[in-house]
Nanobody
Framework: QVQLVESGGGLVQPGGSLRLSCAAS????????MGWYRQAPGKQRELVAA???????NYTDSVEGRFTISRDNAKNTVSLQMNSLKPEDTAVYYC???????????WGQGTQVTVSS
């Protein structure tokens, strides 16, 4: 059974930082691409950051330079370090594991991030 369990969300003031973590089980983590998505109320889910099995990263323009995605293959975890947070970063953040070539796609339950003063 595949499980992706996110942690680290919460309430933070503008300009603050949060670190999200996602622990994966039930998959051979090393060969999966991993990503963080977010969905704000009334908006579509969007890709925030992704990291390939080989460690290549990419970010959506709005978080470039503020967020950093990383993975620890020994611990089966992927993290998202979020700095200089803005109110528009408020959303539910979801962890994703994928092997698109084989149409494999798994999601965590989501963790709320709220940026507000």
């Amino acid at each position: 059974q595949v499980q992706l369990v996110e942690s680290g969300g919460g309430l933070v003031q503008p300009g603050g930082s949060l670190r999200l973590s996602c622990a994966a089980s039930g998959i051979f983590f090393n060969i999966y691409g991993m990503g963080w998505y977010r969905q704000a109320p009334g908006k579509q889910r969007e890709l925030v950051a992704a990291i390939t099995s080989g460690g290549t990263t990419n970010y959506t323009d709005s978080v470039e330079g503020r967020f950093t995605i990383s993975r620890d293959n020994a611990k089966n975890t992927v993290s998202l370090q979020m700095n200089s947070l803005k109110p528009e970063d408020t959303a539910v953040y979801y962890c994703n594991a994928n092997r698109n070539r084989y149409h494999l796609n798994y999601w965590g339950q989501g963790t709320q991030v709220t940026v507000s003063s």
